[in-house]
């Protein structure tokens, strides 16, 4: 933590290094997220890179007093809401079917396991709120109070959003493993 304060003190400084340090150190959790949050590799690095180009564009108006990563994942969480909205609103032909499952390009292909696309697939049919809820904490490792004051509501909601959610990819997982079992 002490490594973010010092970042951060220096990015209001107007430090370039510690604009690329930040960008290095949370780059990689970030398109993690979006992509949970999206299930569109384009898009999601799409966010992140608005994310990140508006977070260098703050830095003379730069106030933070939580995490980094917190600030970041709350960023990439409205952005990605901002996408979904648009996409929403824009769809002409109907709801789009890609799942993600296959990946933009043929190096993902190689890196991605067969288990982590079945877990991306899974993901992706929860509810958008218990998708946001599971992924915050998982993957932004973000407290349960702060998820709460981002989907403006009850930490016992969130509980229960990242419970159920839990259950239901238990549920889905477990589903795939009985028929790759077989």
């Given at each position: 933590?002490?490594?973010?304060?010092?970042l951060k003190w220096k990015f209001k400084r107007g430090?370039?290094?510690?604009?690329?340090?930040?960008?290095?150190?949370?780059?990689?959790?970030?398109?993690?997220?979006?992509?949970?949050?999206?299930?569109?590799?384009?898009?999601?690095?799409?966010?992140?890179?608005?994310?990140?180009?508006?977070?260098?564009?703050?830095?003379?108006?730069?106030?933070?007093?939580?995490?980094?990563?917190?600030?970041?994942?709350?960023?990439?969480?409205?952005?990605?809401?901002?996408?979904?909205?648009?996409?929403?609103?824009?769809?002409?032909?109907?709801?789009?079917?890609?799942?993600?499952?296959?990946?933009?390009?043929?190096?993902?292909?190689?890196?991605?396991?067969?288990?982590?696309?079945?877990?991306?697939?899974?993901?992706?049919?929860?509810?958008?709120?218990?998708?946001?809820?599971?992924?915050?904490?998982?993957?932004?490792?973000?407290?349960?109070?702060?998820?709460?004051?981002?989907?403006?509501?009850?930490i016992n909601t969130v509980l229960s959003r990242y419970r159920y959610g839990l259950e239901?990819?238990?549920?889905?997982?477990?589903?795939?493993?009985?028929?790759?079992?077989?």
């Open positions: 933590m002490f490594d973010d304060q010092r430090s370039d290094e510690a604009l690329t340090l930040i960008y290095e150190k949370y780059l990689d959790s970030m398109l993690t997220l979006a992509l949970g949050l999206l299930n569109d590799a384009a898009a999601a690095e799409d966010v992140v890179q608005d994310v990140f180009v508006a977070f260098a564009q703050s830095r003379r108006s730069f106030q933070m007093w939580g995490s980094l990563s917190g600030y970041l994942a709350t960023s990439v969480v409205n952005r990605a809401r901002d996408y979904q909205r648009r996409r929403r609103r824009h769809a002409r032909l109907g709801p789009e079917l890609h799942t993600g499952a296959e990946p933009a390009d043929p190096g993902q292909a190689v890196i991605l396991s067969e288990q982590a696309r079945l877990l991306q697939e899974a993901v992706a049919q929860l509810p958008d709120e218990q998708r946001e809820v599971v992924l915050l904490r998982l993957k932004a490792d973000m407290k349960f109070r702060d998820i709460a004051r981002l989907q403006q509501t009850s239901r990819l238990r549920s889905l997982l477990d589903g795939e493993v009985e028929k790759w079992g077989r």
